[in-house]
């Protein structure tokens, strides 16, 4: 007998060998270690606002500690604030991350299915994914008349890559021996692209979405620094300049809540619509 065999999860054996109750214990424990983590992550906040409202140096900038943001984030939320500001954010997104997959996938799959156009490329694309989303944005407000299609230009060039790259290597994946059958059954071009193609790969772009999410995420915040006059980004530069710090502070919260909502719909998404499904 190896030592594998009689190394157990405790939440298995405390249930014996009811799935049930071992798939509710295995629940209540990633509950619990859920609410520890967030438990910690405000007990570290609050010991950071303690620290800055105590030092005579930054005692301006009280407002950061939970108490403060807290009490001025429910004001946002029963006023609309946070909805108003949150809305164009989503949008500019939304816009971005479409054309980002309307771009990524079919690229994606060309560079993956042929050798040739994947050496070609290899150098350009690997170059273009390096360069900060951000450097292009004296480039994106010359060639956009709008402030808002400017932002969405940066958040889609940030998106790609992600998207791209997942979606090639997920088709190099694919076993070759799927288009010599399917080829041999008179499969039509469309044929190998929507019933081979498509469902072999449908975990990696939805991967690549999700990753590609994230960083458009991120990008979105110093990008709304421009023109706007809406938007979460909008919100914190306001609220730097002037001097809210409890609104700055309540309005990072708003985008730490959203974006691990959408990473989370998304981490939903793959286990659901994926063929690859984990027991």
């Known amino acids: ?11 298995d054996m405390a249930a014996g060998s009811d799935p ?23 007990a570290a906040w609050w010991v950071g606002g303690y620290a800055v409202q105590n030092n005579p ?7 950061f500690a939970p108490e403060p943001a807290l009490t001025r984030l429910g004001e946002m939320l029963s006023s ?17 991350m479409v054309i980002a997959i309307a771009i990524g996938v079919p690229v994606g799959i060309l560079v993956g299915r042929f050798q040739v156009l994947r050496e070609v490329t290899n150098i350009p694309f690997q170059f273009l994914r390096m360069i ?16 808002d299609g400017a932002i969405v230009f940066l958040i889609a060039v940030a998106a ?16 070759p021996s799927w288009f010599k059958v399917a080829r041999n059954l008179g499969a039509r071009p469309w044929h190998m692209l929507f019933v081979i193609i498509l469902p072999a790969i449908s975990q990696d772009i939805l991967t690549g979405i999700r990753l590609a999410l994230g960083v458009a995420w991120i990008v979105l915040v110093p990008a709304e620094y421009l023109g706007v006059t809406s938007g979460l980004g909008y919100s914190i530069n306001d ?13 990072v919260v708003i985008i730490g809540v959203i974006g691990f909502l959408l990473d989370f719909a998304c981490q939903q998404a793959i286990s659901k619509l994926s ?5």
Do not use: C, N
């Not at 609220?239 to 309005?251: F, G, S, V, W």
């Not at 063929?275 to 027991?279: A, L, P």
């Open 1 to 11: 007998m190896s030592s594998t065999d009689i190394i157990a999860d405790p939440a």
């Open 20 to 42: 049930d109750r071992t798939g509710q214990l295995k629940a209540a424990r990633s509950l619990g270690f859920a609410i520890l983590g967030m438990a910690l992550l405000l």
């Open 57 to 63: 140096a930054t005692t301006a900038f009280a407002d």
């Open 80 to 96: 609309g604030e946070a909805m108003q500001m949150t809305v164009p954010s989503l949008q500019r997104v939304l816009q971005g």
């Open 132 to 147: 900060s989303p951000l450097s292009w944005m004296p480039i994106a407000v010359m060639a956009f008349a709008t402030w």
């Open 160 to 175: 790609v890559w992600p998207i791209l790259f997942s979606t090639a290597a997920g088709l190099r994946r694919v076993d």
């Open 239 to 251: 609220a730097r300049d002037t001097l809210e710090y409890d609104r700055l502070a309540a309005t």
């Open 275 to 279: 063929w690859h499904r984990e027991d």
